[in-house]
């Protein structure tokens, strides 16, 4: 896990994400036995999923270039839509459970639409393995999604407060 993921759910609709020019440091080295997940999860402090179909937008990814390039400790995936956040989950996902956060848009037209970021509190309040994983909603108009913030989801239009939320330990 030494670069940028983005999963897509058809080839046709990969994410050309940049990454920094420069190759980054790889995070402090430890002594693991073996090349396990488990081994590798190890090395971060902090997984982030951002869940948006629109990963491609220039703010977007200076966004993520950013925090992947001031943060070797800070691993991000990109996915566009809870189904596919979901199948990684499932496949190796649960053993970042401890270190793991998540980010959603507030609107995937193919997802859910305006339910987006409902659809996500639901699945995390109602999977008893994700209720302590912190949720926040990042996007362009908060007010569809004051109510959130009554289930203890933090909704911002800042991308400090993105980046914040993504380097916090």
């Known amino acids: 896990m030494d670069k940028l ?3 897509s759910d058809t080839w046709d609709r990969q994410f050309p994400i940049p990454l920094p020019p420069e190759p980054l440091p790889d995070p402090p080295k430890e002594d693991f036995s ?3 997940a488990e081994a590798d999860a190890a ?3 902090v997984v982030v999923a951002w869940i948006d179909d629109k990963m ?3 703010q977007n990814v200076a966004l993520v270039n950013r925090v992947s390039s001031t943060n070797p400790r800070v ?3 990109c996915f ?3 189904p596919a956040f979901q ?3 499932e496949q190796e996902g649960f053993m970042y459970i401890s270190i793991l956060k998540l980010i959603t848009c507030g609107r995937r037209p193919k997802d859910g639409d305006l339910k987006a970021a409902e659809n996500v509190v639901n699945f995390r309040d109602n999977d008893s393995r994700m209720k302590s994983v912190p949720v926040m909603v990042y996007c362009g108009d908060p007010a569809p999604h004051q109510a959130l913030i009554k289930r203890g989801v933090l909704v911002t239009t800042q991308g400090t407060t993105f980046y914040e939320y993504c380097t916090k330990i």
């Open 87 to 89: 199948a990684w989950l």
């Open 75 to 77: 691993y991000m995936l």
């Open 43 to 45: 090395r971060y402090d």
């Open 56 to 58: 491609g937008l220039p």
């Open 80 to 82: 566009p839509s809870l």
């Open 5 to 7: 993921i983005v999963f």
């Open 34 to 36: 073996d090349d396990s």
